[in-house]
Structure formats: C-alpha cells, structure tokens
C-alpha cells in the first residue's frame, strides 16, 4: 500500500478530489509519523485549527483532527501523513460559505530528507497570505523550476528591498557560532523551527529573530533550512556567497529538532 486517501475518514470519491482539483483554496500541514506519534503534534494541530477559522470561518477540532488522524495512521503507524482542509461548497461563483470545512487525510511512505546540501538562487517572491502553510503552491513550484533551471537546488525569497523571508518550503536561519538568527518577515513559522527553538538550549544552542538582508551573509558563518523531512540541511551558497557550515553545528540543529519527545496521536 503506497498512498491511501481519506475525506472524513472514509475512502475518498471521484467527486470529493475533484472539488480540489478545480477549487485551489485551502490549508494542509504534512510530517513524519513514527511509531503512531508526531514531533510537533500540538503545533499541527493549533495551526490547521487556526487556518480553518480563518480561512472558513469554523475550526474543527482537535478532537476530531486526531480521530481522523488516527484512522489515516491505523495501517501505518510509520510514515508520512498530510492533513488537508477544503470545502466543494467554495469556489470562485460562491467564495462566501462559512463552516466546518472537509478533512483529507493522505498516508504514504515518509519522503527522504531534501538534501545533505543545498545552493541557493534568490528570487524577489513573496508569498500570498504568507502566514498560513495554504494549498496554492503554483509559485513554490515555479520558483523551484527557475532556481535548478539556473544551476541552483532551491529558491531563497527576498523582498524589493532585499530582505530575506523563507524558501519554497522550507525555513531557513543563519549560524553566529552557536546562535541561531531566523529571520523576520512576512512568513511561515513552520513547526520545525519551533521544534529546534524549544530544543536548542539543551543543545547549547540559542535562538533570536531579527530582520535580515542579502547584504548581511557576511556576518554569519553558516546556515541552515529546516521542515518537516528535513530537520536541518546545510546551506553551502546563497547566490554568490558561499558558506563553509560546521558540520557539528548542523548535527547540533538537528539534535535539538529530535530532543522533541513524539506524541501519541
């Protein structure tokens, strides 16, 4: 069994992937599942439940997230495991229904990490209602296109004024010895970045958020991108900069990701 799709916890219809393959509006949040239990669960769930308020007008609960959850989970405990919030009675004729929206839960086998190193073209790209992780990913995609299309592995985004946000879909944060600087802007805080802040003090490790510009690599010695498949990548380029990142402080990054206990779904 390689991929098997749930709405509402019961196998989904032609007609439930079609609402989602016509209407792009809606929030997911993905990660690794190990041993029925998730890194950051509480996190995932606050925010899909945040999302669903904002984005529908109703939250559904983290009651019912976590029944539906486990039901995806059930046959494998290990794994990867994406949870999807849409509604069909949104679309662009009818863009104002208000309620509890659909759950689609989709269970895989875990992806590997992203990579052991990345370079990074920079792109003056924002993305649209940064705060939410939504489902209109068109621009990630296409960012990632132009960026291997250059020679590059990813995509940095920046401002007009070269202030640095987030990548396609990762995090990124920059090494000072041993501080970590995230940067400030408007962007996903995804919950592997919090799940290395709560984790970084126990790994000598401290953490602060400021803003940030191209021209600041200098000041830095390394850095780092961070989901939830790659706890902590390496950043050997940034357009032109390159950096020679200590490959202990990466493994110390990582370390404070996994000092995360796993929660019981």
């Not at 949870?83 to 069909?88: A, M």
């Not at 510009?213 to 900069?241: E, K, Q, Y």
Request: aromatic fraction near 6%.
């Amino acid at each position: 069994m390689q991929t098997e799709i749930l709405i509402d916890g019961a196998p989904a219809t032609v007609d439930d992937l079609a609402s989602q393959a016509l209407t792009n509006y809606g929030a997911y949040t993905s990660f690794r599942v190990e041993g029925g239990g998730v890194r950051g669960l509480g996190d995932h769930l606050a925010r899909l439940d945040a999302s669903s308020a904002e984005l529908f007008g109703e939250a559904v609960g983290e009651a019912t997230l976590r029944d539906l959850m486990r039901r995806a989970v059930a046959h494998r405990p290990d794994g990867w495991l994406r949870v999807s919030l849409f509604s069909p009675e949104i679309g662009v004729r009818n863009p104002s229904w208000r309620g509890r929206p659909r759950v689609m839960t989709v269970s895989s086998p875990a992806p590997a990490p992203l990579a052991t190193s990345l370079r990074l073209a920079v792109q003056t790209y924002g993305r649209e209602a940064a705060h939410l992780k939504h489902t209109a990913i068109f621009g990630l995609i296409r960012a990632r296109r132009a960026a291997r299309d250059e020679g590059f592995d990813d995509a940095l985004f920046v401002d007009g004024d070269g202030v640095i946000s987030e990548g396609s879909v990762w995090n990124i944060g920059f090494l000072d010895g041993p501080h970590i600087v995230w940067p400030q802007a408007p962007m996903l805080a995804g919950v592997a970045q919090q799940l290395i802040e709560k984790g970084a003090a126990g790994q000598g490790l401290r953490c602060s958020t400021r803003a940030l510009r191209l021209s600041d690599m200098g000041r830095f010695d390394g850095a780092f991108i961070c989901n939830s498949a790659t706890p902590a990548c390496a950043v050997s380029a940034i357009a032109g900069h390159e950096f020679t990142t200590d490959p202990d402080r990466i493994a110390a990054v990582a370390a404070a990701w996994s000092a995360n206990a796993v929660e019981r779904i």
